[in-house]
Each structure stands twice: as structure tokens, then as C-alpha cells.
């Protein structure tokens, strides 16, 4: 069988140009969207990665404020850096970028984004709220797994999908969003024991575990969907997902290619969500404006 590749660079241009008209659409009222990016690292890879969200922001009409306060930043500084941005009202969106200086937090110091400006859900209560169906920002990445799978017409409601991973970022939200479609959802992790005792009959398989070859066509069926988030930078310093792309190539019936799939949604998604969240908060700010 031939294995369609799912990619996510037209869809990610898709959802570009709807943060760009809505970019504009808040410029005509006077607000300039603005996303603030905190990053306490010298990673090489993560400083690429914020710049190509910072290019992309600017590309969408959106003000993109890099916070880089070096690696050795204390917990007690970035505590206040995102407190301060958070009662900042020219900023709409907030990413605290990781990886974090060693010792440092992540799950306490993403509480005190406010939730009105958590456009990549980090703060637990997001979270929370995503779990009981209250609004709130879905992770980026989450939300992309969905948005490709609309974007592809592959229905979600009644169908086996197997998430595998469960942090807070990736595989916990997306079960929720799936749950939320009406998929039966079963979490893999890596106590769950053999992955083909759950992959081999899922309609859909979503992998998101950091482990570069981690499913392979020994794993799947020949009706199966699967989309790797797995984002891996092997040594000679290409980057590779979690799946093992030429042994499921051919099995599965389709599959998203890495790099080129997720990843390209992710950003355009937090682009999206800034313009959200910057249209939320003109509205508490002038009762009454914008329909
Ligand atoms: P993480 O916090 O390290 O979580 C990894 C999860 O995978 C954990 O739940 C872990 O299980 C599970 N796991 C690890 N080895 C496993 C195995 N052998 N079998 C089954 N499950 C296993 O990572 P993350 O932040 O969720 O990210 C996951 C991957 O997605 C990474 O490659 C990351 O770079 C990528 N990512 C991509 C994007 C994007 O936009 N494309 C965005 C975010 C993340 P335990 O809980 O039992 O430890």
C-alpha cells in the first residue's frame, strides 16, 4: 500500500494568514497583537526555534518581544518577569520558551502566566479548564494533531486512537481534545508495556515521546493514521521524529513527515492564539466593543 504523506506546511499557511487577517482586523481597531517570548538558555537549537517564531510573528502583522535573560536566570527572576508581563496590557501572549536554567521549575513558574495570555496552555489551570471543558488555550502542539486531522478528513468520533506520551504539553491535552471529539483514547507512556498490545488495532496512532524510532511497522496496521510530533536531533544534526519513517512507509495508510508535519502547525497555532487572546482581552477592556 502506498502511504500518503500528511503534510502540515499548507495547512500551517492556512492558519498564517488567518492570524494575519485577524492581525489586521485588531490594527484597524488601534491594537497591535503582541506575543512576548521568555528564554533563559544558550541552546543553540531553541534559540533558532524562537527566532523562527519571531520571523513568523512579524510576518503575520504581530509584534514578537524576545525576553532572554541568559542562562544563568534565577527562578525568582523569571517568577517576576512573567508576573510583570502578565499585568503588562501591551502584551497579549506569553511562551516561556524551555529549556530552563538547571534547578528551575517549569511546572511552578508557568502558574504565573495569566490565563487570558496562556497561548501555548502552560499554566496548570488551563489545563484544568481544558479537562472540564471550560475555555482556555489547548498546548499548540496539542491543538496541531487536531487540526491536521480536520484539515485531512480523518474522522475522530468512535475511532481507536492511541496517544503515546503523557506530559503535560503533549499527550495529556491532546487526549483531552480528542476525548472532546468523541474518540475512545488510550494513553500509552513508558510503563504501559508493549506498544503493539494497543497500536496494532488504533485507527489513528499519535506519538509524541522524544525517542527517535520508537514506533515502526511492526507496531501498526495497514488502515492505521499516524502522526508524529517526535521532534529528535540525531547526531550528524538532522531531525527525525519518533517514528521509524521507512519501516512504516508503505504499511500505514498515512503519516506525517518530520520535519514538515506538526511542528509547522504548532507555530502558526500560537500566532492564532495570540490574535485570540489579544481580541479577548480588547473586548474586557472596552465592554461592549467587537462583535
Ligand atoms: P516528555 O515530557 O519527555 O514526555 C515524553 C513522554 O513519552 C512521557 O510521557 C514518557 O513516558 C513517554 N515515553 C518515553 N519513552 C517511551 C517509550 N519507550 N514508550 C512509551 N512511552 C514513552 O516530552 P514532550 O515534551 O511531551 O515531547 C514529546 C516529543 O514531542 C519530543 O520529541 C518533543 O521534542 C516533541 N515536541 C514537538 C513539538 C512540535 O511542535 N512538533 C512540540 C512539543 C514537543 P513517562 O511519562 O512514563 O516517562
Redesign the pocket.
Given at each position: 500500500m502506498s502511504t500518503v504523506l500528511l503534510s502540515g506546511k499548507a495547512l500551517a499557511r492556512i492558519i498564517q494568514q488567518k492570524a494575519h487577517q485577524e492581525a489586521r482586523d485588531l490594527e484597524a481597531d488601534g491594537l497591535r497583537p503582541t506575543l512576548a517570548v521568555v528564554v533563559a538558555t544558550d541552546d543553540g537549537s531553541t534559540h533558532w526555534y524562537v527566532r523562527s517564531i519571531e520571523r513568523a510573528a512579524e510576518s503575520a502583522g504581530i509584534s514578537c518581544r524576545i525576553v532572554d535573560l541568559g542562562p544563568d536566570a534565577t527562578g525568582q527572576v523569571l517568577a517576576s518577569v512573567l508576573k510583570g508581563l502578565s499585568d503588562d496590557s501591551s502584551v497579549n501572549g506569553i511562551i516561556l520558551q524551555?529549556p530552563l536554567p538547571l534547578g528551575v521549575r517549569t511546572d511552578e513558574l508557568v502558574a504565573h502566566i495569566d490565563l487570558e495570555k496562556d497561548v501555548d496552555g502552560a499554566n496548570p489551570l488551563s489545563l484544568g479548564r481544558l479537562a472540564v471543558g471550560q475555555p482556555s488555550f489547548a498546548?499548540?502542539?496539542a491543538r496541531?494533531v487536531i487540526e491536521i486531522l480536520d484539515h485531512f478528513d480523518i474522522p475522530l468520533a468512535g475511532r481507536n486512537v492511541v496517544v503515546?506520551?503523557?506530559?503535560?504539553?503533549?499527550?495529556k491535552p491532546l487526549s483531552l481534545l480528542l476525548l472532546e471529539r468523541d474518540a475512545a483514547v488510550t494513553v500509552?507512556?513508558?510503563?504501559?508495556g508493549p506498544?503493539e498490545k494497543y497500536t496494532k488495532t488504533a485507527d489513528v496512532v499519535v506519538?509524541?515521546?522524544?525517542?527517535a524510532g520508537?514506533l515502526n511497522g511492526g507496531h501498526v496496521s495497514s488502515e492505521a493514521v499516524v502522526i508524529d510530533?517526535?521532534?529528535?536531533v540525531l547526531p550528524d544534526g538532522s531531525l527525525v521524529?519518533?517514528v521509524d519513517e521507512g519501516s512504516v512507509r508503505g504499511i500505514v495508510a498515512a503519516l506525517t513527515p518530520?520535519p514538515g508535519?506538526?511542528?509547522s502547525?504548532?507555530?502558526s497555532l500560537l500566532l492564532l492564539h495570540t490574535t485570540e487572546a489579544a481580541r479577548n482581552q480588547s473586548r474586557v477592556l472596552v465592554p461592549g466593543a467587537a462583535g
Amino acid at each position: 500500500m502506498s502511504t500518503v504523506l500528511l503534510s502540515g506546511k499548507a495547512l500551517a499557511r492556512i492558519i498564517q494568514q488567518k492570524a494575519h487577517q485577524e492581525a489586521r482586523d485588531l490594527e484597524a481597531d488601534g491594537l497591535r497583537p503582541t506575543l512576548a517570548v521568555v528564554v533563559a538558555t544558550d541552546d543553540g537549537s531553541t534559540h533558532w526555534y524562537v527566532r523562527s517564531i519571531e520571523r513568523a510573528a512579524e510576518s503575520a502583522g504581530i509584534s514578537c518581544r524576545i525576553v532572554d535573560l541568559g542562562p544563568d536566570a534565577t527562578g525568582q527572576v523569571l517568577a517576576s518577569v512573567l508576573k510583570g508581563l502578565s499585568d503588562d496590557s501591551s502584551v497579549n501572549g506569553i511562551i516561556l520558551q524551555t529549556p530552563l536554567p538547571l534547578g528551575v521549575r517549569t511546572d511552578e513558574l508557568v502558574a504565573h502566566i495569566d490565563l487570558e495570555k496562556d497561548v501555548d496552555g502552560a499554566n496548570p489551570l488551563s489545563l484544568g479548564r481544558l479537562a472540564v471543558g471550560q475555555p482556555s488555550f489547548a498546548p499548540a502542539t496539542a491543538r496541531a494533531v487536531i487540526e491536521i486531522l480536520d484539515h485531512f478528513d480523518i474522522p475522530l468520533a468512535g475511532r481507536n486512537v492511541v496517544v503515546i506520551g503523557r506530559s503535560a504539553v503533549v499527550g495529556k491535552p491532546l487526549s483531552l481534545l480528542l476525548l472532546e471529539r468523541d474518540a475512545a483514547v488510550t494513553v500509552c507512556h513508558s510503563k504501559s508495556g508493549p506498544l503493539e498490545k494497543y497500536t496494532k488495532t488504533a485507527d489513528v496512532v499519535v506519538v509524541a515521546a522524544g525517542r527517535a524510532g520508537l514506533l515502526n511497522g511492526g507496531h501498526v496496521s495497514s488502515e492505521a493514521v499516524v502522526i508524529d510530533v517526535g521532534t529528535n536531533v540525531l547526531p550528524d544534526g538532522s531531525l527525525v521524529g519518533d517514528v521509524d519513517e521507512g519501516s512504516v512507509r508503505g504499511i500505514v495508510a498515512a503519516l506525517t513527515p518530520v520535519p514538515g508535519g506538526v511542528g509547522s502547525v504548532t507555530t502558526s497555532l500560537l500566532l492564532l492564539h495570540t490574535t485570540e487572546a489579544a481580541r479577548n482581552q480588547s473586548r474586557v477592556l472596552v465592554p461592549g466593543a467587537a462583535g
